[in-house]
């Protein structure tokens, strides 16, 4: 097996997936429906933070549910006064 081989396939199917991390991200932003000011690096931490945090609470739906909820609210764009 080839480790650098393996290694550089892992790191473009990283690129691949935040590219399409990014073009999803940047529709959802024109439509209004995520905040702006959120880059593909920061909703990549903020998934994986979620994830991370789901899986810390294991079988406690309404922890997971809350978690999902607050996650998804601090993306949305603030309202309009």
């Known amino acids: ?3 650098h081989a393996d290694e550089g396939a892992v790191a473009e ?3 691949d997936l935040q590219q399409s991390i990014g073009e999803l991200l940047g529709r959802a ?4 429906r ?3 000011d ?3 690096r ?3 931490a903020l998934i994986a933070g979620a994830a991370h945090a789901i ?3 294991s079988q406690d739906s309404a922890v997971e549910s809350r978690v ?3 996650t998804f609210d601090g993306l949305r764009p603030p309202l309009s006064p």
């Open 34 to 36: 995520v905040r702006v």
């Open 68 to 70: 999902l909820a607050v």
């Open 13 to 15: 199917a990283t690129r």
């Open 38 to 40: 959120i880059d593909v």
């Open 42 to 44: 920061t909703l990549i």
């Open 55 to 57: 899986g810390y609470v």
């Open 29 to 32: 932003q024109q439509a209004a």
């Open 1 to 3: 097996m080839d480790l």
